[in-house]
């Protein structure tokens, strides 16, 4: 019933920036919890940002002061603002969301299918 898709990923410089999308489509009644995760190389998934469904955000400590998430519930989307970028940031990154679709009383986890992105130093 919903789909995730992201964009924004790419090449960087460190020091750089980037944004990340994550655009939700579907039978949405309402988006409740959203965050976002990576996987860098060699490592395990991580969780980066989540946002949740009483508006309170949490950050890894690696990307606190660096990153901020924040969402346009109008447009279904999320968002991941990425500052100071370091090559440690390399990685695929994921959104995630819980849903509420059409059909009353039915919430759902979402994953969109990752975006990479690559930090150079």
């Known amino acids: 019933q919903v789909q995730l898709v992201e964009s924004g990923g790419g090449l960087v410089q460190a020091g750089g920036s980037l944004r990340l999308s994550c655009a939700a489509s579907?039978?949405?009644?309402?988006?409740?919890?959203v965050g976002w995760y990576r996987r860098a190389p060699g490592k395990q998934r991580e969780l980066v940002a989540v946002?949740?469904?009483?508006?309170?955000?949490n950050y890894a400590d690696s990307v606190k002061g660096r990153f901020t998430i924040s969402r346009d519930n109008a447009k279904n989307t999320v968002y991941l603002q990425m500052n100071s970028l370091k090559s440690e940031d390399t990685a695929v990154y994921y959104c995630?969301?819980?849903?509420?679709?059409?059909?009353?009383?039915?919430?759902?986890?979402?994953w969109g299918q990752g975006t990479q992105v690559t930090v150079s130093s």
């Open positions: 579907g039978f949405i009644r309402r988006i409740n919890a």
């Open positions: 946002s949740t469904s009483g508006g309170i955000t």
């Open positions: 995630n969301a819980n849903v509420a679709t059409t059909i009353p009383g039915a919430k759902y986890d979402y």
